[in-house]
């Protein structure tokens, strides 16, 4: 398994440094072709073109593979956690990173600086202040209260969530946000990012709750 | 929702069980025990087997569905 990584990260410094001896040849001895914009319209194969080629599509075929092994590497935890009988450790300082989701307000300077929006992004980092909650139920036995309890959370907090974008859909929708569709847009932007973080902040917030303070509280979906 | 009432308590105290020996016995936290014995909790037709077993009483007895 550790000579499997190795090998992995191997090729990827491979096709990295294949890459760049590519277009440093390209840059010298084929006329910058593929660095200098050019017509693809108009293309015309030359054999000084293949490293280029070549290297492009090795390092595409491994970016490929690399998400590939993501994929199934996320399917598998899953599979190990269902399986698991305790709660993973977490450390509950990991709730600060929520902090970063102030990165989130960059966006406001950014979109009036160049019209980027993708600071905006960031606000779903504000879900990441459920670690304090997850932290403190670290280590847990996975019983069926817990289960029950973390069913109940999770659909209580999905309700919320879609609620909450059901709501930013009806209005945003109309269409022009003080007569403006990037305003709109950007709107949208916000409520969804926002939307994540608070599903995955209530979702642990509310697991917690039910799990220590009983279940009669605000939040209670049974209805008891 | 009928009245739920739970003897488990008494039935713990009888067979010499804490609530923690009695949780891990059936495999389920303390926490959920102490719920379980304040009525606070339905459980599981599973669990509910387990705990009969684990105090030596039937189920009928235990958990009480007035």
């Not at chain 1, 269902?82 to 300077?109: A, H, I, Q, S």
């Not at chain 1, 992004?121 to 019983?143: A, P, Q, R, W």
């Not at chain 2, 495999?27 to 030596?56: F, H």
Request: aromatic residues 16%; proline residues 2%.
């Amino acid at each position: 398994m550790k000579n499997n990584k190795k090998l992995i990260i191997f090729f990827g410094v491979f096709c990295v440094l294949l890459t760049i001896a590519s277009f440093l040849y390209t840059a010298v001895f084929n006329d910058e072709r593929f660095i200098a914009p050019m017509d693809m319209s108009d293309y015309v194969f030359r054999v000084k073109d293949l490293p280029v080629i070549i290297s492009c599509v090795l390092l595409a075929l491994y970016v490929l593979y690399i998400f590939l092994l993501i994929i199934k590497s996320a399917i598998t935890n899953k599979n190990r956690e269902e399986d698991t009988e305790f709660t993973r450790t977490v450390n509950p300082k990991y709730g600060y990173c929520g902090l970063f989701g102030l990165f989130g307000f960059m966006g406001f300077w950014t979109y009036n600086l160049d019209k980027t929006v993708f600071p905006f992004v960031f606000f779903m980092f504000f879900g990441f202040f459920g670690f304090f909650y997850e932290g403190k139920m670290s280590n847990t036995l996975i019983d069926e209260r817990y289960k029950e309890n973390r069913i109940k959370a999770q659909m209580a907090a999905d309700k919320i969530a879609m609620s909450v974008i059901f709501i930013a859909v009806l209005f945003l929708g109309q269409g022009k946000l003080m007569g403006n569709l990037e305003y709109t847009l950007i709107a949208f932007v916000i409520v969804v990012a926002l939307s994540i973080a608070l599903k995955m902040f209530l979702g642990m917030y509310l697991l917690y709750h039910y799990d220590n303070d009983g279940s009669d509280g605000l939040f209670d979906e049974s209805g008891e | 929702m009928p009245d739920f009432e739970c003897r488990l308590k008494k039935y713990r105290q009888i067979k010499d069980l804490t609530q923690e020996q009695l949780a891990v016995q059936v495999g389920v936290r303390r926490e959920t025990i102490m719920r379980l014995e304040k009525a606070q909790y339905n459980p599981s037709l599973k669990l509910a087997v387990d705990i009969s077993r684990a105090v030596g009483a039937p189920i009928e007895e235990i958990f009480i569905f007035k």
